[in-house]
C-alpha cells in the first residue's frame, strides 16, 4: 500500500445516504471547540462530535463501515471516531497541520493509521503531507498516523463534514511510500 490511499464511492449509496442523513440531522449534539488543535494555539473553530464507544460497538451501520474500511487498512483496533463539521466563514481557512493521536509525550504510534469519510462535496480539502484531496462525498482517505496533515473550511456550502477515524493495525505493515 502507499502512505496515502484514496477511495471513491467508499460506501454503498444507501449505507452512505443513512450516515449523512444523521450527521447533518437533528440528532448529533455537536459540541464547539474553540482550536482546532489539542493544545488551542490556534483559534480556528469547528464542531465536533465524538463517537461514544458503545454505539460504535453495537451500531450496525458502524460496524458496516468498519468492516468496509479493513476491506483496504487491514484488521484495526478502532481508538476514536471523532466527527468534525465546519460552518461556512465566508472566506477559505486552512487549519493547522497536525498529527492525530498525539500521545501524553507529542510522540504519535507508529503503527496506528488516520481515516478521513467526506460526507460532503464542496470546496473544502485535506492537505496530507503535500498532497490537496478534494471534499468529494462518499470518498474515504487513509493515511500512516504519523503524516501531517490538516482540513480547510469550505465557502460554496452551509457545511463540511468529516468522519475522522484512529486505529491502531493489528495486521500492521507500513504502509508504502
Not at 483496533?77 to 486552512?94: G, S, T, W
Amino acid at each position: 500500500m502507499k502512505s496515502l490511499q484514496h477511495i471513491k464511492d467508499f460506501l454503498p449509496k444507501d449505507k452512505f445516504q443513512l450516515l449523512k442523513n444523521y450527521f447533518e440531522g437533528n440528532e448529533v449534539n455537536w459540541n464547539f471547540q474553540s482550536s482546532t488543535l489539542e493544545d488551542k494555539s490556534d483559534k480556528n473553530y469547528l464542531f465536533s462530535h465524538i463517537v461514544p464507544q458503545e454505539e460504535l460497538t453495537k451500531n450496525d451501520n458502524w460496524k458496516d463501515l468498519f468492516n468496509r474500511l479493513e476491506e483496504h487498512t487491514g484488521k484495526l483496533k478502532i481508538d476514536r471516531v471523532k466527527v468534525n463539521l465546519y460552518p461556512n466563514q465566508n472566506k477559505a481557512v486552512q487549519h493547522a497541520f497536525h498529527c492525530d493521536p498525539m500521545l501524553a509525550d507529542g510522540s504519535v504510534p507508529k503503527n496506528w493509521i488516520t481515516a478521513i469519510v467526506n460526507l460532503t462535496t464542496c470546496n473544502g480539502y485535506t492537505i496530507i503531507d503535500k498532497d490537496k484531496i478534494m471534499s468529494k462525498e462518499n470518498e474515504l482517505i487513509f493515511f500512516d498516523a504519523d503524516t501531517k496533515h490538516c482540513g480547510s473550511v469550505q465557502t460554496d456550502t452551509e457545511t463540511r463534514i468529516v468522519i475522522n477515524i484512529n486505529g491502531e493495525k493489528l495486521t500492521w505493515q507500513k504502509l508504502e511510500t
